[in-house]
């Protein structure tokens, strides 16, 4: 077992000094050479790291919206500002039918069915129909929407009311 051991390192020494001996001499100017190089793309690649970045929000969709609030029809202009539309400001007030209402809470509800067949659960004060309108008050059997419209420069609200339609026995 000796001899073999014996025998696999003289062939190790051997290998090794066959390729030192066919490799060139450095010099010191081309290992101080290879030293610079090295050291700056060292310095290039941590320049590259602290770089700053500046984030550019424009033409880009707001991250801390919620996916389901943003549409494809992009935002809408009310009162100077923008802002993205929601599910049923995309369809008119007469094409969306209110389906159900729970009242008898602190915080009252209605369920509206868009025209591609798609419920909507809203309270008061959140946005409906395409011209700008708001859920004003939400009553037993009955929701009022105020939209707002421009005539002549000056804002103009109309008062809509929706009812449930009744199931006959």
């Known amino acids: 077992m000796m001899k073999y051991l014996l025998i696999f390192l003289v062939a190790g020494i051997c290998v090794s000094y066959r390729a030192d001996a066919q490799s060139p001499p450095e010099t010191d100017s081309q290992s101080e050479a290879e030293n610079s ?16 970045y500046n984030y550019e929000p424009s033409g880009r969709r707001d991250p801390f919206l919620r996916l389901d609030q943003v549409t494809k029809s992009g935002p809408v202009v009310s009162g100077g500002q923008q802002r993205p539309l929601l599910p049923l400001e995309s369809f008119e007030l007469n094409s969306i039918k209110l389906i159900g209402i729970i009242w008898d809470t602190q915080n009252p509800r209605a ?3 868009d025209p591609t067949g798609k419920v909507h659960i809203l309270t008061k004060d959140q946005r409906i129909g395409r011209n700008q309108g708001y859920i004003a008050v939400i009553r037993e059997n009955e929701v009022i929407v ?9 804002p103009v609200y109309n008062t809509e009311r929706m009812t449930m339609a009744r199931i006959k026995k």
């Open 111 to 113: 369920m509206f069915l």
């Open 37 to 52: 190089t090295s050291e700056s793309e060292n310095r290039d690649d941590f320049d590259l790291f602290l770089e700053p």
């Open 146 to 154: 105020v939209e707002t419209s421009e005539k002549n420069g000056e």
